[in-house]
């Protein structure tokens, strides 16, 4: 069975994950990739930006105007997409990553959450997941936006999305190799909530994870499925060691 691997601060996953046993899905622009957070524009042919953007005056500076509604209507593509990131590789277990734990999960004050795939995928089989696939990182160039006359903006933006969701949406330089990132997609411009109630196999207790929160974790979870690690460093390779499910625990 294979696992994916999400992590998180030790606060979200108390206040938020755990209690409502969900992940939510975030905006690309929330995200801390360099390319999510610059403004996209692209190359378009027949793009009517005038006729879109009539709050941008073309009259008075034509190259600003130009250059405005092109990133205008780059933000709106990425607006388009919610995703989740998940720690995934057929080589490396994914708790064993040390920058991601440096990263996204406080430099081992958090947590790492495992979950099964295949469970996680049919539990949240209401969502239309758009893709569920591992980054690129060796990223190919955004292809031209070609603009359809005979549909409508968001017809064109999903059209567009579609052919080129690779290049725009699972690609990073290869500086991210490291993180082993598979993403999950949503063709949705507000939150979702994936749940993961069946699907929460282990959690992992950093290096630096507070135990005095066992009590609020473990209230949760059943420890049947759930199953709690710690994880220590020896031999220059971070290790897990299984942890009885009991809130008096404190190893």
């Not at 975030?26 to 009539?54: A, R």
């Not at 109630?197 to 507070?210: A, F, N, P, R, V």
Request: aromatic share 16%; proline share 2%.
């Amino acid at each position: 069975m294979a696992k994916i691997y999400h992590y998180t601060k030790l606060s979200t996953a108390i206040e938020f994950i755990l209690p409502l046993m969900s992940l939510r899905t975030n905006f690309l622009d929330k995200m801390n990739g360099p390319k999510e957070n610059q403004k996209w524009s692209f190359g378009g042919i027949n793009v009517p930006y005038e006729t879109m953007y009539s709050d941008i005056n073309f009259d008075t500076d034509n190259d600003k105007a130009h250059f405005d509604s092109m990133y205008k209507f780059g933000e709106e593509i990425k607006s388009k997409i919610q995703a989740i990131c998940f720690v995934y590789s057929d080589i490396h277990k994914g708790y064993e990553n040390e920058m991601m734990w440096a990263q996204y999960a406080e430099n081992h004050r958090g947590i790492c959450l495992e979950l099964d795939t295949d469970i996680f995928i049919e539990e949240n089989k209401h969502i239309d997941i758009f893709k569920f696939e591992n980054i690129n990182y060796k990223p190919k160039k955004n292809e031209w936006f070609y603009w359809n006359k005979n549909m409508s903006k968001d017809e064109n933006i999903d059209q567009h999305i579609k052919r080129d969701y690779e290049s725009l949406f699972l690609s990073k330089s290869h500086y991210w190799e490291k993180e082993f990132e598979k993403r999950l997609l949503i063709l949705e411009n507000n939150y979702c909530n994936l749940k993961i109630k069946d699907s929460l196999t282990g959690i992992y207790y950093g290096l630096s994870t507070d135990f005095n929160y066992d009590v609020a974790i473990q209230q949760f979870i059943n420890p049947e499925q759930t199953k709690t690690y710690r994880v220590y460093y020896e031999n220059n390779k971070l290790k897990r060691m299984e942890r009885k499910n009991t809130a008096s625990n404190r190893v």
